[in-house]
């Protein structure tokens, strides 16, 4: 069953907007972060992997956000387009304010930690007049990420970009990305997305993300079912709650609940599973594929994202991928 109509007239597959950041990945790993010594740079931002996720899978894929005027939004800006992701939208802030950069702490492929450098990025100072309209209708798909909504003006340019897409017919996807320490408080939080939420096609997060999103309601149980249920009476067609190694659950407006597999993984770090889950998720979906398919799909690009090293670097193509799930399938990838 198809449950998303993507429109085919589009000269654009599919937009992200919100976080481009640097993530300094530790090179020397099962240590704590004060014992690290050497780090690798690569490009990060939940968003921004799941951009480039996509474009590695054959996407015609954009970008909108801000980078500052240093060099690390330099380095961004190079490696998007390297990607062939579309950076007209992507701005360079003139406010003086800089690059975010993520360190990774990686103590055991279970263990791992980031140290967020936010104060004064460049990412929240995105405007309502860098949106633009005409842009956003040539998508197909609109992706939003969680964290462009903590500070004001990003959280209002996101407001409008997904009052673009709902005008224009434009599927938008909702990864819930929750950093605790982009709010003020929990409550903070929950109100913004919660009114955002409402506005999407596809809901994306953690049983602990939606856990945090129902902080004003009568859910002490977690049921997923409850959940999902809430988001079908708004724009939601497809609600997914992941959970962890247990796999994930989508839940559909047309009452359908199926449960997604994992993959096993030569594990090195846990970061980056939700991002690659997400592009290969919503690969599966503009292609037309069932539920299960697309879930699989995007389960086994995130076993590969968390065999590597990098998250951005080590996002899979369409052979990767489905070479990954025939070796699985042959019993050809041993678990760490």
């Not at 474009?55 to 240093?70: M, P, Y």
């Not at 309209?133 to 209002?156: F, H, M, N, V, W």
């Not at 902080?215 to 249920?229: M, V």
């Not at 968390?306 to 678990?335: F, L, R, W």
Request: net charge negative; proline share 3%.
């Amino acid at each position: 069953m198809n449950h998303l109509t993507f429109r085919n007239q589009s000269s654009i597959d599919f937009i992200a907007l919100g976080r481009l950041c640097i993530d300094l990945n530790a090179n020397e790993i099962n240590r704590p972060m004060e014992e690290t010594i050497t780090f690798t740079k690569y490009v990060g931002g939940s968003p921004a992997n799941i951009a480039i996720g996509l474009s590695r899978l054959g996407k015609k894929t954009g970008f909108i956000g801000r980078v500052g005027d240093d060099q690390m939004g330099s380095f961004i800006l190079n490696y998007l387009n390297k990607n062939q992701i579309d950076t007209s939208n992507v701005l360079i802030d003139q406010s003086g304010s800089k690059t975010g950069l993520a360190f990774t702490e990686i103590k055991s492929p279970v263990d791992c930690s980031i140290l967020m450098y936010r104060d004064n990025v460049a990412d929240l100072k995105l405007e309502p007049r860098d949106i633009k309209e005409d842009y956003i209708k040539r998508a197909k798909a609109l992706l939003i990420s969680g964290t462009a909504l903590a500070q004001s003006p990003s959280r209002e340019a996101v407001f409008l970009a997904v009052e673009y897409a709902r005008k224009h017919d434009v599927c938008v996807f909702f990864d819930i990305d929750y950093r605790p320490y982009s709010w003020n408080s929990v409550e903070e939080t929950a109100i913004y997305y919660n009114l955002i939420a409402q506005k999407c096609d596809v809901i994306i997060g953690t049983r602990e993300e939606f856990d945090m999103m129902e902080c004003f309601e009568n859910n002490p149980l977690h049921n997923d079912e409850i959940t999902a249920k809430k988001w079908f009476s708004y724009h939601a067609k497809i609600v997914v709650i992941k959970h962890g190694k247990d796999g994930s659950i989508a839940y559909t407006s047309h009452g359908e609940k199926v449960k997604g597999r994992t993959f096993p993984a030569k594990v090195i770090k846990t970061f980056g599973a939700g991002d690659s889950y997400a592009a290969g998720f919503i690969y599966g979906l503009m292609e037309g594929w069932d539920l299960l398919e697309s879930m699989n799909f995007g389960a086994s690009a995130a076993s590969i994202v968390i065999s590597s090293h990098s998250c951005s670097d080590a996002m899979p193509t369409v052979n990767q991928i489905n070479e990954y799930i025939q070796k699985c399938q042959n019993g050809e990838i041993v678990t760490s």
